[in-house]
């Protein structure tokens, strides 16, 4: 009858992988893994204990399983048992141990399936990956169910992306740049309104009132010289002084009383003429065609000889 060494492990590093060469410069890994078992008594209480098993890989796998694997990790193992014995030499005692020698690995726990050409043969490989899609299908219908007696709408999850504080600001500070111009001119047009509103606020408390020339109620009096000096000419058009002061003082009747004013007066002028006494030519009127038609009435009184 034929022998028969197999062992299939599946549990967590305790340690750190330890690697050393031997003379011939072989690799050499010793680490050991804890395989959890649950189990119930016969009163319904849950139970759980722990097996440590001392393992050993050797050449390149030791090499792969030193660079991949650490303390906590789980993965999966397949070998065989080795017994080996010694002599302890403080106390002289025989001693000894069963080792797992490693043949094949498969990382288990979702850093993919590094171990697999070095790890369980692929038909194992293949049901191991079905066993694992059918629990992650048999997890997800259990949620489903779960959700649709309850009446309740699954939660999806939102994936967390970190962002730069860096980018952030970035993000701000291009905002603003870009919305300054519509802030300033906002903030122009603001102050325009509030200094119209000032303005118009203090026209009101003011009451200002516009008064056209002579609108006071004012009196003016135009004299008119009219002796014999003012029959000379002075100048090369051929008219006289009384002809130039004539033309002055209806320019002025025209400026206070009408003659394209833009407001209407009140005021009140009178028309004096004197040679050697005063004449009144016209009493304080404020019709301009009254004092138009006295200013063209007044002639000198005496010649220049006569003086």
């Known amino acids: 009858m034929g022998n028969f060494n197999k062992v299939i492990l599946l549990g967590n590093l305790t340690r750190d992988i330890e690697l050393r060469h031997t003379q011939s410069n072989q690799a050499v890994a010793n680490f050991s893994i804890a395989v959890n078992r649950q189990w119930k008594d016969q009163s319904g209480q ?22 991949y694997l650490g303390k906590g990790r789980e993965v999966m193992l397949e070998g065989r048992l080795r017994m080996d014995r010694w002599q302890d030499k ?36 293949a049901a191991h990956r079905t066993r694992q899609g059918a629990a992650r ?19 999806l999850r939102r994936a967390r992306t970190p ?3 860096q980018r952030l600001w970035r993000e701000a500070i291009e905002d603003m740049r870009a919305n300054a111009p519509f802030q300033r001119l906002r903030w122009r047009w603001l102050l325009v ?10 026209l ?8 056209g020339a002579g609108e006071s109620g004012q009196r003016t009096i135009l004299m008119i ?31 206070l009383h009408g003659g394209g004013a833009l407001f209407s007066t009140s005021g009140e002028t009178m028309v004096l003429s004197f040679s050697g006494d005063a004449v009144v030519a016209c009493r304080f009127t404020s019709s301009a065609a009254e004092l138009r038609r006295s200013i063209e009435e007044i002639t000198p009184t005496a010649d220049i000889d006569g003086e």
Do not use: Y
């Open 46 to 67: 849950t139970h759980e204990e722990a097996t440590f098993v001392d393992c050993e890989s050797w050449g390149r796998q030791a090499e792969v399983m030193h660079q």
């Open 90 to 125: 403080q106390s002289g005692a025989n001693r000894s141990k069963l080792v797992v020698v490693v043949e094949s690995f498969q990382f288990i726990g979702g850093r993919g399936e590094a171990g697999a050409a070095l790890g369980l043969p692929r038909q194992r490989q």
């Open 137 to 155: 299908a048999g997890q997800g219908t259990g949620r489903a169910g779960a959700a649709q007696r309850t009446g309740t709408t699954p939660r």
């Open 163 to 165: 962002v730069s504080s």
């Open 193 to 202: 309104l509030q200094i119209m509103i000032l303005l118009l606020i203090a």
């Open 204 to 211: 009101a408390i003011a009451r200002p009132r516009v008064q």
């Open 225 to 255: 010289d009219t002796s014999g000096s003012m029959r000379a000419v002075d100048t090369s058009d051929g008219r006289t002084r009384l002809e130039h002061a004539k033309d002055i003082a209806l320019a002025r009747i025209d400026a």
